[in-house]
């Protein structure tokens, strides 16, 4: 229909002269197909009908057919599904069959190589191939264990098998051991000897030097146990018995005592090494004699014994090969370097700066010795701590210098305090001759200078008794700071430090160690005392004298050590305080049974305070002659000033308390404080010479707060009322100088009797 519409649409617009005028010929052409246009429309209309019924028989032919085709398809799958179900399930049981006669048949040829290695062990053990028997030990035991990996598929006979394994391999360790001992044959001391030299005479070690003729053929009888050995991993267990037997009776022993001396004797087929007694030059051995000793031991084992290489497996790496040495050395190596550094390097170290230079020996001694052993393969690596220690000298040296200053300063500390020394005097007239020859100038010459100048021993320590040991302890801090000023710095700075140690340590332990004695003896705390100030009274300049003489760490005020002043003089107080608190209440004991000093005019009352006078007195003479010489002069005074004002004052407050005092009891009170007037400045002695003792006897009233009290009391004793009343002055006499309005009055109506006379001298009193 497209055509003919086109051809229409053609005519339509050439009629209307759009279109160009075509030829005839091509509109007859174009009428023509106008024609076929015809057929085509007649051909699909008219003839539709049968075209239709053909394909529909076509149509019910095909659905036939599928149906045909489906049926055949179901029948098929259903028996191919049924065979293939079958074909499967024998397929699986052939393959488990399969599988198990598999792990049958591996089962059976892990047997037959166990049984077959077990066969070929027991034929290598007696011919003596102990690697080939080793080797087959182990194959069997490679065996078992597959054997017995196998999950789900147990024998009964693995128990036997396994049972049977553990005893040929215990008895090939036995034959083993047999023939080691043939190799290595020890001779001990008896087990109760204590270590000693002559018990180390004892110690013998013999080696065998050649095979024998039927295991030639199999090499080195060495080699082969010890290959063995390795192959059944007993190897380092037999070497750690073997280096431990070693160090204990030979190495040990060579490096302890100096008198011993290793030597052989070479037989036919053994070497024995034992050693002779020499008679030693020092305590101690030298470290180049001891290097010496322990080489030529080695060396004689490497040759002999040592030099056999063996296969080692590692970690489950490739087998490597190593020498006996090597592994000896590893297992013994570190615990010799111990005992070498510790019993033999320390005790070389110098003790002082002028012999380091000759420690350089000492070093080259320890490379050599650490070259040989790693010659013989006994060492491996660069450098052990053996030779870092040697070559740390300086460090070493500054840390034995200073355990052996601290050992030395604790040893004096514990030593006794009461063997004391006497400081000199410091010379009291030195001043006088520096003035007099001040003034001895000539006169043209004009003296600018004060004419009063200290002496030159102002600040020096008056003259007093110190310990001897710490007279010693401040020469060894003297002396190890001296020895700081010509070291190297690291040393300088570690000796500094210990003679602060020292001081730090007297002040911890002294106080301690000594307690109980200077609680008890008042000399030793006096001397204590004595001591904590003389080492305070050093430590004042100390640090001065060294500051620029160590090194320039130490120049910037570092170098001090005044901050340690305060607590010496502390402790020296303290201590001494404390002894005087105790020597306090023994006075107040003694005075507490006076009854008071009531009722004088009663004998029995009157005796005791006449004995605890007696006894007061006794002991502040006694500790007057234990503190003679000792204490400085002026501590001593102050020291018993202060006792005998407490006994004084003690006195003045029981007798002021008094109520009712007799004219009887008047008198006798009076003697009694006589006597102490009398006989207390006699317990002022602070030096040996009586002459000289009269000075500070005439002084008591400058120590002795309550002296003039005490007079003052007997004056009352003895004065009548108008006496009394004269003495105070209207408040500016002596009397009133030392007792209150309250006491005075007090004391007046305790000696008078209730009259006008005491009642118009009361009224004065104000």
């Not at 053994?270 to 030059?281: A, D, G, H, T």
Request: hydrophobic fraction near 40%; include cysteine; proline fraction near 4%.
């Amino acid at each position: 229909m497209a055509a003919p519409a086109g051809s229409l649409v053609a005519a339509v617009l050439a009629t209307s002269g759009r279109l160009d005028k075509e030829g005839l010929g091509t509109r007859i052409s174009r009428l023509a197909r106008r024609g076929e246009v015809c057929s085509a429309i007649t051909s699909k209309y008219s003839e539709f009908l049968p075209s239709a019924r053909s394909a529909e028989e076509l149509v019910a032919q095909v659905d036939g057919l599928s149906g045909s085709i489906e049926l055949l398809r179901a029948g098929i799958e259903e028996q191919v599904q049924r065979d293939l179900n079958v074909a499967v399930a024998e397929f699986t049981e052939l393959k488990q069959q399969l599988e198990r006669d598999t792990l049958v048949l591996s089962i059976l040829k892990k047997l037959q190589e166990f049984d077959t290695a077990m066969k070929e062990y027991n034929t290598a053990l007696l011919e003596k191939k102990y690697v080939v028997a080793a080797q087959q030990l182990e194959k069997a035991r490679s065996s078992l264990k597959m054997l017995e990996s196998r999950k789900g598929f147990e024998l009964k006979i693995l128990k036997a098998l396994g049972t049977e394994l553990t005893v040929q391999t215990q008895n090939m360790l036995y034959h083993l051991g047999e023939e080691w001992q043939k190799l290595a044959v020890w001779k001990l001391p008896p087990s109760k000897e204590s270590s000693s030299p002559e018990s180390a005479m004892h110690s013998e070690l013999q080696l065998c030097t050649l095979p024998s003729e039927e295991e030639e053929i199999a090499g080195p009888p060495v080699a082969s146990v010890l290959q063995a050995f390795a192959v059944l991993g007993e190897l380092r267990t037999t070497l750690k018995i073997f280096g431990q037997l070693l160090l204990k009776y030979i190495l040990k022993p060579l490096i302890s005592y100096p008198s011993l001396q290793p030597f052989t004797e070479e037989l036919s087929d053994v070497v024995i090494l034992r050693f002779k007694c020499e008679e030693p030059n020092l305590d101690h051995s030298s470290p180049v004699e001891v290097f010496d000793k322990i080489k030529f031991i080695l060396e004689v084992l490497h040759k002999y014994l040592l030099n056999v290489p063996v296969e080692q497996r590692v970690e489950d790496k490739k087998e490597c090969r190593v020498t006996l040495a090597e592994l000896l050395g590893d297992m013994i190596w570190e615990e010799l370097s111990d005992c070498l550094i510790q019993n033999c390097l320390v005790n070389s170290i110098p003790t002082n700066n002028s012999k380091l230079e000759q420690y350089i020996e000492v070093i080259k001694s320890t490379e050599e010795f650490e070259k040989a052993l790693k010659n013989m393969q006994f060492l491996k690596g660069d450098m052990t701590d053996l030779l870092k220690y040697a070559r740390n000298v300086n460090s070493h040296f500054a840390n034995k210098k200073c355990q052996d200053v601290i050992v030395a300063a604790r040893n004096l500390m514990t030593s006794e305090i009461h063997n004391t020394v006497k400081l000199p005097d410091p010379g009291s007239g030195d001043h006088l001759n520096m003035q007099k020859a001040s003034k001895q100038l000539p006169k043209e010459m004009v003296n600018l200078e004060n004419e009063t100048r200290l002496s030159k021993y102002t600040f020096s320590l008056p003259m007093c008794r110190i310990s001897s040991s710490v007279e010693k302890l401040m020469e060894l801090a003297y002396q190890t700071l001296l020895e700081a000023t010509g070291s190297t710095d690291q040393c300088c700075i570690q000796l500094f430090y210990s003679v602060r140690n020292i001081f730090q340590l007297f002040y911890d332990v002294v106080p301690t160690y000594h307690r109980e004695n200077l609680q008890k003896l008042p000399q030793l705390a006096a001397i204590h005392h004595n001591n904590c100030m003389y080492i305070a009274h050093h430590l004042l300049t100390m640090g001065h004298q060294f500051q620029y003489r160590l090194t320039n760490i130490m120049c910037d005020g570092a170098a001090t050590f005044v901050d340690l002043v305060p607590g010496f003089r502390r402790l020296g107080m303290e201590c001494f305080l404390a002894q005087m608190r105790v020597q306090k209440g023994e006075i107040l004991e003694r005075l507490s049974s006076a009854r008071n000093f009531s009722n004088m005019d009663d004998e029995e009352n009157y005796s005791a305070a006449n004995k605890a006078i007696r006894q007061v007195l006794h002991q502040l003479k006694r500790l007057g002659k234990v503190w003679q010489d000792v204490l400085p002069v002026n501590v001593y005074c102050k020291a018993m000033g202060t006792l005998l004002n407490t006994a004084l004052s003690e006195i003045v407050t029981r007798i002021a308390a008094l109520e009712d005092i007799s004219a009887e009891d008047a008198d006798r009170l009076y003697s009694l404080c006589r006597i102490m007037v009398e006989e207390g400045p006699q317990v002022f002695t602070p030096l040996p010479e009586e002459d000289k003792n009269k000075k500070y006897q005439e002084e008591v009233p400058v120590y002795v707060k309550k002296w003039m009290t005490f007079k003052e009391l007997m004056i009352i004793l003895q004065a009548n009322l108008q006496e009394i009343v004269d003495q105070w002055a209207d408040g500016k006499g002596p009397l009133a100088a030392e007792f209150s309005p309250a006491e005075v009055k007090s004391l007046i109506r305790a000696l008078f009797q209730n009259t006008e006379r005491r009642a118009a001298a009361l009224a004065k009193i104000k």
